[in-house]
């Protein structure tokens, strides 16, 4: 089963933004804001892939781990904690913003489909 549902963990104005870019792809997008504590059940429902911000969604980084899903991770600076941070991720990728949303875009749809020549941990873009 192809699993195309994205889960937005991010602030309310970056997660409208982010999902109205990603259903216009043609996914379906699910936003959970930090307040939220149902990562954990969302994340185990078909979610393909999770798009979170450092230090916004740092808090749900220990459940993000545990999961097979990959992971986007949404930075303005890259710090020794983000880098510590990323090296529990089994399959990742950090963006530096702002974001290239063409090279967003296309990142997104290789690691939906499962062409994102992964080589485990992480990988900074």
Do not use: W
């Not at 602030?11 to 504590?37: K, Q």
């Not at 429902?45 to 949404?74: A, H, K, M, Q």
């Not at 090296?87 to 296309?106: A, Q, V």
């Amino acid at each position: 089963m192809e699993r195309e549902t994205i889960l937005i963990i991010d602030e309310a104005g970056f997660s409208r933004v982010c999902s109205a870019i990603l259903e216009a792809e043609g996914y379906r997008a699910e936003t959970i804001l930090n307040e939220s504590p149902e990562t954990q059940a969302v994340c185990n429902e078909g979610v393909g892939l999770v798009i979170t911000s450092y230090p916004y969604g740092s808090r749900f980084f220990d459940d993000l781990c545990r999961l097979s899903s990959p992971v986007i991770v949404l930075t303005d600076h890259i710090s020794k904690e983000l880098l510590s941070a990323l090296e529990g991720f089994e399959n990742s990728i950090c963006m530096i913003k702002p974001l290239d949303y063409r090279k967003f875009t296309s990142l997104v749809k290789e690691m939906m489909t499962g062409t994102y020549a992964r080589q485990g941990g992480y990988s900074i873009v």
